[in-house]
C-alpha cells in the first residue's frame, strides 16, 4: 500500500522532495477520537480530519441515519426536483440564521465560497446593471483564506496559493487583519482593531462604487494559523458594511458548527451577514456538503421575468444530496441533544490552562485558542518573534514526532494546531497535550 500510496496518489501539498521518504499514514477505521492505521496503530485525531469531525468517528447514531437513508435512496438530482433530506436540513439550517430566506447547497467549502461571491457580484447587476456596472471587486483581510477553486484563491491573501495563479485570479483589495501577536507596534488590541477598522474604512470611502463584497472568516481566521480576531473587529466590518451599501460575506466553514463553542461564530458579536458560507463541520466529518445562505433581499434579486432572466447559473450535479444531508440533520440533532456546545465550552477552558504550559518551552511564541481550535506558533526567539527557518522543518519534524507518540496534528507555516474532535474527552485532550509537549521539547532540545 505504501508503495502503491507513493506510485499513485497526488496527495495535496507534499510534493517538496523532503517529504519523498516519508512514510504514509494509511488510515483503515476510526472509533470515537481515534484513527486507526492499516497496522491497528491507534493516533488521537488532533485535526478533527481536517476540521470536519464533530461527535466522533464511527458514531452509531450517524451510522444509522445514513444507513436508514441508504434503504431509500443515495442521489437523485436538485435540478428541476427536490428531496426530504435537503428541504428539512435548509428549513433546520435558516432557525439558526432567522434573518436569512433560502440554501443554496454545494460540496466543499470553496464551492460554497465561489457561489457567495458569484451571487453576491450578479446580485448588483440584478438590482441595476447600469447604475451597478463597475461594483465587481472584493474585499478580504491580508492572510484570508476560502479554499482553492479559482475564485476562492482570488480573494485569498495566502501568498503561497496566490503566487502562481495571480494571472487567473480576479481583482481582490487587502485590508490588514487583526493579527495582534504581530502588530504589537499599534499597541492594545483594541488599537489593533481601531487600526484594522480604520483602514477597511479608507477603502471603503474611496471604492464602495465599486466593491460587490467584504468577505471574511468571522471571529478566527484559520488556515493563515489561527489568528483570533479580538471582540470588536467583526462587528465593526459589518457596521462599515453596512454604512457603505457593501455586502458582507461570512465564511463559517471553518468555525460553524460548534467549533469556536457557540453553533456559528457570528452569533458571538451578534452579526448578520447578507451571506454565510458552511461546510467542513455541517455533516459531522461524514461526507461532503457545503451550504451558502442568502437573505431574502439578495434572493429577491435573481426574482424575475423570462425575457429579463436574472437566473443564477451556477448548479452542481450532487447538489442537495440526500446521504450528506440526511447525516447533517442527524449532526445538528446531535449536537443539541448530547449539549455538545456547553461540552466544547467547558473543555475549551480546560484546554486553555493545559495548553498554558507549553510556554514553559522556550520556542512556543504565542498560544492561540477559541473554543476547540488551537495554534501553537513557534518561534526561533521569543523576544524577536523570528521564526526558523523554513529549510529547517521543524514544525513538520515536530508533527511527526507526535504521530510517532499517537497524535496527529498539523502544522500551517509555523503555527501548530491543535483542533480535536469536537467530542474528544477531556482526558484524550489532556493526552495529547502531553504529546505535544513531549515532542516540541524533544525537538527543540
Ligand atoms: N473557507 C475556510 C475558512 C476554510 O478554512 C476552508 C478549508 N480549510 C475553506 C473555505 C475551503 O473548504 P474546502 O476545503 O472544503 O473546499
Redesign the pocket.
Known amino acids: 500500500l505504501e508503495q502503491w500510496d507513493k506510485q499513485y496518489v497526488w496527495h495535496p501539498f507534499t510534493q517538496m522532495k523532503q517529504y519523498v521518504n516519508e512514510r504514509p499514514l494509511i488510515i483503515e477505521r476510526g472509533k470515537g477520537s481515534y484513527l486507526y492505521d492499516v497496522n491497528g496503530r491507534r493516533y488521537l485525531d488532533g485535526y478533527a480530519s481536517?476540521?470536519v469531525n464533530v461527535h466522533g468517528h464511527n458514531d452509531p447514531e450517524l451510522n444509522a441515519a445514513l444507513s436508514e437513508q441508504l434503504e431509500k435512496i443515495a442521489h437523485s438530482t436538485l435540478l428541476g426536483s427536490a428531496n426530504v433530506p435537503s428541504i428539512s436540513l435548509a428549513k433546520r439550517l435558516l432557525e439558526y440564521w432567522p434573518h436569512m430566506s433560502k440554501v443554496f447547497y454545494s460540496d466543499?467549502?470553496?464551492?460554497?465560497?465561489e457561489i457567495a461571491l458569484k451571487i453576491a457580484y450578479q446580485y448588483w447587476k440584478n438590482l441595476d446593471p447600469v447604475r451597478y456596472a463597475t461594483k465587481n471587486k472584493f474585499v478580504s483581510l491580508k492572510e484570508a483564506?476560502?479554499?482553492?477553486?479559482v475564485g476562492?484563491v482570488s480573494v485569498g491573501g495566502m501568498e503561497t496559493f496566490h503566487r502562481i495563479f495571480a494571472p487567473l485570479l480576479f481583482e481582490r483589495i487587502e485590508v490588514p487583519a487583526p493579527y495582534v501577536y504581530r502588530m504589537e507596534e499599534y499597541g492594545s488590541e483594541q488599537d489593533v482593531v481601531r487600526h484594522c477598522l480604520n483602514e477597511l474604512e479608507r477603502v471603503l470611502a474611496s471604492q464602495h462604487e465599486h466593491i460587490a463584497a467584504v468577505i471574511v472568516?468571522p471571529l478566527v481566521?484559520?488556515?493563515a494559523g489561527i489568528i483570533v480576531h479580538p471582540r470588536g473587529f467583526l462587528k465593526g466590518v459589518e457596521a462599515l458594511c453596512h454604512q457603505y451599501g457593501t455586502l458582507l460575506i461570512c465564511?463559517?466553514?471553518?468555525?460553524g458548527f460548534g467549533r469556536t463553542g457557540t453553533m456559528f461564530a457570528c452569533e458571538q458579536e451578534e452579526v448578520a451577514p447578507d451571506l454565510v458560507?458552511l461546510?467542513?463541520g455541517i455533516t459531522g466529518g461524514y461526507l461532503?456538503l457545503?451550504a451558502t445562505l442568502v437573505t431574502e433581499e439578495v434572493y429577491a434579486a435573481f426574482l424575475g421575468d423570462v425575457e429579463e432572466d436574472k437566473t443564477f447559473y451556477h448548479g452542481h450535479t450532487y447538489t442537495g444530496n440526500q446521504l450528506s444531508c440526511s447525516v447533517a440533520l442527524k449532526n445538528i440533532e446531535l449536537i443539541e441533544a448530547r449539549g455538545l456546545l456547553d461540552d466544547v465550552q467547558r473543555k475549551a477552558r480546560r484546554l486553555a490552562g493545559w495548553l498554558e504550559r507549553l510556554y514553559d518551552i522556550p520556542i512556543v511564541g504565542d498560544i492561540r485558542q477559541k473554543g476547540l481550535m488551537c495554534g501553537i506558533e513557534i518561534v526561533k526567539n521569543r523576544r524577536t518573534k523570528e521564526v526558523f527557518p523554513r529549510a529547517a522543518m521543524l514544525e513538520h519534524r515536530i508533527i511527526l514526532e507526535a504521530r510517532r507518540r499517537g497524535l496527529v496534528i498539523r502544522p500551517l507555516g509555523p503555527v501548530l494546531t491543535f483542533i480535536p474532535v469536537l467530542a474528544m474527552s477531556e482526558a484524550e485532550m489532556e493526552e495529547a497535550v502531553r504529546i505535544l509537549y513531549d515532542s516540541i521539547v524533544c525537538l527543540y532540545e
Do not use: F
Not at 466543499?108 to 465560497?113: F, H, I, S
Not at 483564506?145 to 477553486?149: A, M, N, R, S, W
Open positions: 481536517l476540521w466543499t467549502g470553496a464551492a460554497a465560497v483564506y476560502h479554499g482553492d477553486t476562492a472568516e481566521q484559520g488556515a465564511d463559517e466553514v471553518a468555525v458560507c461546510g467542513k461532503p457545503a
